[in-house]
């Protein structure tokens, strides 16, 4: 494939023709950072919903789901610090009049330098070659050395600059690295200036300050202000989690990257009750759990990686990233946080509740700690749909355009098609759908010769083609092809169900993950 921007603009069509992924009102040429999901969209993002549904509440005895109402309480956000605190810096190019979040100019400033030291690190690694020791070249090389220091004074700088709400500093910093518009190369920028994410509406009739009512920028509070009813209703002891998956709103500064960054979006996420003092223990524990859930699905071990937060949020003691090499590059898909009491008791002072846990071992009560899953649903489903993307060459000399969704996200799990449209193979078909349909999601297709609906499927990541002809009539067997390998097998119609089961199974993906 020609390059990785290439791939996304493929990734970004391919979503268009078959029915992944369109932009939203489109007839109007549509919103800005807004999508809808399209047929087969809405069916890929539900079976990612449901792994990790499954995976975090099913399989944990001791976490139970919900599902908030989006509008909450306006204090709700006054006592999670998003009216204070939920800004992201920005500043506008004089001359191009575009807008940027400065922390992101300088993030991506210093990634160019870490690309540096990489390519040092390969080039190497490729003189040396079995005899090569990475970190000894990372501790000895001095324009490793003094890349590596330009990085730490880079990031300590903003660091200390965001601490102290230094937002001039902010500016320097970005003068001073000499940063120019990513899109005309200039330099001309206004001061930083910090600007709240959250969308505000009005609630009914009331007008004014009185009825202003904010989207909810996470799914989180909705789980914090229902800890007490959840954890008395469900006679909760601690540890326990409480799992969530619900649309979140955020007014991005600059929203691009397809569904990578929207202003409308979805979050699955879970909050871990946890004992004060073992919130160290827990957080590596789901670091862990997570990076494997993520594995067990096979888009490539050298896929992710994590990235520990250098400003930390202001709930958090303790912080990272899973990031998943997306077609732009290696990005966050996935934070996992760990919160201290700060959510619960800012409830407890803003709401005069007391939220606690009586902890009967130990006889004594107190606001239990939080560590935090956080997964975007739509950039699970990037990653999934952009590394499943796939052109490949055939040995024929043809090309095909295949999908490789891991079998047990695919949208369809099996195309039934009869090999002709009459001598009862229509008919024959049917009743092989039919019988299928209650357990997978089957797709019928008797138009256009066979190849160019094998093609059809591949291009949607459909797992298994079944083509009924005319020896099915006579002995109750099918060809069954293979999306990946494109091999095909006679079996008999009896032994369907348990082939496509054993491919297809989500049991599998969750035992993996475990
Ligand atoms: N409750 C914690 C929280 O919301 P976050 O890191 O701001 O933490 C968690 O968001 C996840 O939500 C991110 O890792 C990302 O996958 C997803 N996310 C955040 N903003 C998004 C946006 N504008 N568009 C799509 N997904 C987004």
């Not at 330098?113 to 990489?118: G, R, V, Y």
């Not at 732009?328 to 407890?348: C, P």
Request: hydrophobic share 35%.
């Amino acid at each position: 494939m020609a390059n990785q921007d290439d791939k996304l603009k493929k990734v970004i069509s391919h979503s268009k023709e078959y029915g992944f992924v369109f932009p939203s009102s489109e007839i109007y040429d549509g919103l800005s950072a807004a999508y809808d999901y399209g047929q087969l969209g809405v069916e890929l993002k539900n079976n990612i919903k449901k792994y990790w549904w499954d995976a975090m509440v099913k399989m944990h005895e001791n976490i139970v789901g919900i599902d908030a109402a989006i509008f909450m309480h306006p204090t709700t956000w006054k006592a999670s610090g998003h009216v204070d605190a939920f800004n992201d810096p920005l500043i506008d190019n004089k001359d191009s009049k575009k807008r940027y979040r400065a922390d992101v100019l300088i993030e991506e400033h210093v990634e160019k330098i870490k690309i540096k030291i990489d390519k040092e690190i390969e080039k190497a690694a490729k003189r040396f070659g079995d005899a090569f020791d990475e970190e000894q070249f990372r501790s000895t090389n001095p324009n490793v050395l003094r890349r590596q220091q330009q990085i730490d004074e880079i990031n300590n700088t903003f660091k200390t600059a965001m601490e102290q709400e230094d937002l001039a500093a902010v500016k320097q910093l970005i003068d001073d690295l000499g940063i120019a518009d990513p899109d005309t190369g200039s330099k001309n920028w206004t001061e930083v200036r910090q600007f709240n994410l959250m969308f505000k509406t009005e609630l009914g009739a009331v007008s004014g300050d009185a009825g202003i009512i904010y989207l909810r920028p996470e799914t989180a509070q909705g789980i914090f202000v229902n800890y007490l009813n959840v954890q008395k209703s469900g006679r909760m002891k601690l540890p326990f989690g409480i799992a969530q998956i619900g649309k979140a709103f955020r007014n991005e500064i600059i929203a691009r990257q397809f569904i990578f960054r929207m202003r409308e979006f979805e979050q699955m996420e879970m909050q871990f009750f946890i004992k004060p003092g073992t919130q160290g223990e827990w957080y590596d524990y789901w670091k862990q759990y997570r990076i494997k859930w993520h594995k067990a699905l096979g888009l490539g071990e050298d896929q992710y990686r994590f990235h520990d937060h250098i400003k930390l949020a202001h709930y958090a003691d303790a912080a990272c990233d899973i990031e998943f090499n997306f077609p732009m590059g290696f990005r966050e898909l996935e934070g996992i946080h760990s919160r201290t009491d700060f959510d619960l008791s800012s409830h407890e002072e803003f709401s005069g509740k007391k939220l606690r846990y009586f902890d009967p071992e130990s006889n004594e009560s107190y606001v239990p700690y939080v560590v935090e899953t956080s997964i975007g649903l739509d950039r699970m489903f990037l990653a999934v749909l952009s590394n499943a993307y796939n052109e490949e060459q055939l040995e024929d000399g043809s090309e095909r355009v295949v999908m490789n969704i891991p079998p047990a996200l695919a949208p369809v799990k099996a195309a039934v098609l009869p090999l002709v449209k009459k001598d009862g193979l229509p008919e024959k078909a049917r009743e092989i759908m039919e019988d299928l349909k209650y357990d997978f999601n089957v797709f019928y297709e008797e138009k256009d010769a066979i190849g160019r609906r094998y093609r059809r499927q591949d291009a949607i990541g459909t797992p298994f083609c079944i083509t009924v002809d005319h020896e099915t009539l006579e002995t109750n067997t099918v060809t069954i092809r293979e999306r990946d390998t494109m091999t095909q097998e006679r079996v008999a119609i009896s032994d369907l169900h348990s082939i496509i089961s054993h491919r297809v199974s989500m049991r599998s993906l969750l035992e993996k993950a475990k």
